[in-house]
């Protein structure tokens, strides 16, 4: 089994003023607890060059969600280089068992431009951690990064060029999914690269993968270059024709072709609008305007006041000077061209000619990559309080796993612990879409209404008729009014009706069979004086 946990080897230094003072080396055991620690990045000359690696590291808590006792290296400085790195206790050899980086991510204030990606560094006879910087030889980075609204999760390895001894860098494809979440929702992510030794790749977050594929078929650029590449010296003929389609040339422009008629010609059928005010202009100066006290006539001019538009033509059809509107012309035609036949001499699209590539090769197992003998941050950010924890490089898929449980694990737990519950949200919601509350009304008052319906059938039933006889008093009523005296009639007789629907609402207290009796009744179905009533109505429609 290989596992490896991260002890982070860091060189502290501070830069005041003009002076640079070096302090001890000093070696932090990521997995033991300590009390908080300022680590400063440093200075350096590297081939001539001054370097300056000026970023501040903490070793704290969580923000938020916290885990108790549990801390975690942060980035703290806005707009300047970091840089910390740490020796693996044995180098990683790819060899027959697969790669497993992992490691915990918290963008605690979001992420505006930045990275948080992870370096596993080359190893080398003149491997130096107390200069490490972006030049660092490095063998595959991993990690998140973004700027401005380019979120990106990268995954690059460096592949030496076995002809030429150079190193190239390979790029996988972006992931299919939306990283934007991740980036901006302030809550710890578990980072993993898994490299195969069958040359394939996956790539997880919170252990769910994200992006997979093939380490010789879905990297940019390939690995292996192509077996012939085109003729460098080899240039098209001058004769060379690609054109699919020419004039032709047996075409001639008609007689009757007038390419001096204009395209807009004024409307000769348009009449001014009745009222249209010629004698008043669109604008006109403000009266409520005036002159500023500070206005200087020798140094600013004459004032006028700005000009508004005339209150006159808000109410007319127009102002000032009416002008025809224009119109399409009817002749115009255009410039004539001839029209365009196939090319008799088309020839086709030329390229050049294909030539074996001199610096072909094949490697068929990409996977056989550097050594690794270090990992380190490099990094530069906009944003500060980028938390990093738990890292872990091993082998086995179950022991990274085992190791994400004892830590992110944890950390999603608290998390998922101290968020609100779905009232809060759903109000929170609202309180950014007003209309939800709409909604939300609707959604509670049908399933109350749909129950009401059906617990309390006849209840519903006998208010729909108490309904129904009102409306029927209503019309009865104006009937007996046109009427005359038949009315009085009608009147009284209503007046019963609706009083014995009322008593049989407040009683209560018969069968169905009487409630259907007293409804009848009421509504006019039943064999009483209505009957008399209900065919004067259908007399006098």
């Not at 001054?50 to 970023?55: A, D, I, K, R």
């Not at 035609?333 to 001839?338: I, N, P, Y």
């Not at 990409?366 to 490099?378: K, N």
């Not at 009487?514 to 429609?541: C, N, W």
């Amino acid at each position: 089994m290989h596992i490896q946990s991260v002890g982070i080897s860091l060189i502290i230094c501070q830069f005041l003023k003009a002076e640079i003072d070096f302090y001890q080396k000093t070696s932090l055991n990521m997995n033991q607890s300590f009390e908080t620690v300022s680590i400063l990045s440093t200075l350096f000359f590297k081939d001539s060059v001054c370097v300056c690696v000026l970023g501040r590291w903490e070793v704290e808590e969580l923000k938020e969600n916290t885990v108790p006792g549990d801390r975690g290296l942060v980035l703290k400085s806005v707009a300047k280089h970091h840089a910390i790195s740490a020796m693996l206790t044995k180098a990683f050899i790819f060899d027959n068992k697969p790669l497993i980086v992992q490691y915990e991510v918290n963008f605690q204030e979001g992420i505006d431009c930045g990275g948080a990606y992870i370096k596993l560094l080359s190893s080398s006879d003149d491997l130096n951690l107390e200069y490490f910087f972006d030049k660092t030889p490095y063998t595959i980075m991993f990690g998140p990064d973004k700027c401005g609204e380019d979120y990106k999760l990268h995954f690059i390895f460096r592949h030496k060029n076995p002809k030429t001894g150079e190193y190239d860098e390979k790029h996988a494809k972006r992931p299919d999914v939306d990283l934007k979440k991740f980036y901006l929702d302030k809550k710890t992510h578990l980072y993993t690269l898994v490299l195969k030794p069958d040359d394939t790749f996956e790539i997880l977050i919170d252990q769910s993968v994200v992006s997979k594929g093939s380490l010789l078929e879905d990297m940019v650029p390939p690995v292996n270059p192509p077996k012939e590449i085109e003729d460098p010296s080899d240039k098209k003929p001058d004769d060379w024709d690609e054109r699919p389609k020419i004039p032709d040339p047996n075409a001639v422009k008609p007689d009757d072709w007038d390419e001096d008629e204009p395209s807009k010609i004024e409307d000769s059928d348009a009449v001014k609008p009745e009222g249209w005010l010629d004698d008043e202009p669109q604008y006109v100066p403000d009266p409520n305007a005036k002159k500023p006290k500070d206005w200087d006539e020798e140094m600013d001019g004459e004032w006028e006041a700005p000009q508004i538009p005339n209150p006159k033509c808000e109410t007319a059809p127009g102002c000032g000077h009416w002008v025809r509107p224009m119109k399409n012309n009817p002749n115009y035609k255009g410039k004539w061209k001839a029209p365009m036949i196939d090319n008799p001499n088309y020839q086709g699209i030329w390229s050049p000619r294909k030539i074996p590539n001199p610096d072909y090769f094949e490697d068929l197992h990409p996977f056989e990559m550097t050594p690794v003998s270090a990992v380190g941050l490099e990094l530069w950010s906009m944003t500060s309080d980028i938390y990093f924890d738990n890292f872990i490089i091993c082998s086995e898929k179950e022991v990274a796993d085992r190791w994400a449980a004892d830590g992110w694990g944890l950390k999603k737990l608290v998390a998922s612990a101290n968020e609100p519950g779905m009232f809060s949200q759903l109000v929170t919601a609202a309180e950014d879409h007003p209309w939800l509350w709409v909604l939300y009304i609707l959604t509670l008052a049908l399933p109350v209404g749909l129950g009401v319906l059906f617990c309390w059938p006849a209840k519903v039933r006998e208010i729909y008729y108490i309904f129904i006889c009102s409306v029927y008093k209503v019309k009865l009523t104006s009937s007996a009014e046109d009427e005359g005296e038949g009315g009085e009639d009608i009147d009284e007789e209503e007046n019963e009706v609706a009083d014995g629907s009322q008593e049989g609402d407040m009683s209560n207290k018969s069968g169905s069979e009487d409630e259907m009796k007293e409804a009848d009744e009421s509504t006019g179905f039943g064999d009483g004086p209505l009957k008399s009533v209900r065919k004067r109505r259908v007399r006098k429609d």
